[in-house]
């Protein structure tokens, strides 16, 4: 089967149908003040309402509370939420069952030790993002165009939940993520931009072809 692709952080109508004309399968708005791909509830709305059929919306969200999330909910025509902040699996569970979407929970990663936090989530969410972890000190808990050893992910098939492969990928560099790790979904937002916020639409196509061209059977 094909690779799912996630294109997060739109911020433009363009942007929208660019990645639904090139196959996306999910695409992802930012709701964080200090991301350069931050949008307002009105903006996700109207991108939202431009989404065709069959491509998931995706409200990314970071630590946020519940005033805000009220707030997205009601206005943005959304499939799921992705919280990437300190969020605990309690907070995870309880926002799941509030809402009635599917959560996604970003796990970041720099070293094995990590991968621990995959067994405390996977009971409580409804998929998790394997991302690169942030510098100390970064302003962004996502989006920074890193990406982490993905050799630490080979041969990982337990985990009971789907996962989807986020940090650093890029047109030239997908296919060989997707060949390292086995994921059967990804995420890229810098990867496929012209400048923070703003996507090109070649590259967009180019990365759902390269990775689509990696994970389909012969």
Known sequence: MSVSVKICGLTRPEDVASAAEAGARYVGFVFFAKSPRHVSVEQARALAL????????????????????EEIVARVPLDMLQLHGHESPERVAELRARYGLPVMKAIGVRDAADLAEIDRYAPVADQLLIDAKPPEGADLPGGNGLAFDWRLLAGRKYWT???MLAGG??????????????AKQVD?????????????????ARFIQNVQGEGTSP
């Open 50 to 69: 431009d989404v065709p059929p069959g491509v998931a919306k995706v409200a990314l969200t970071v630590d946020a509370e519940d005033a805000v999330l």
């Open 161 to 163: 939940v789907p996962w």
């Open 169 to 182: 990928l890029t047109p030239e560099n997908a296919a060989e993520a997707v060949r390292l790790t086995g």
């Open 188 to 204: 890229v937002s810098s990867g496929v931009e012209a400048a923070p916020g703003v996507k090109n639409a070649g590259k967009i």
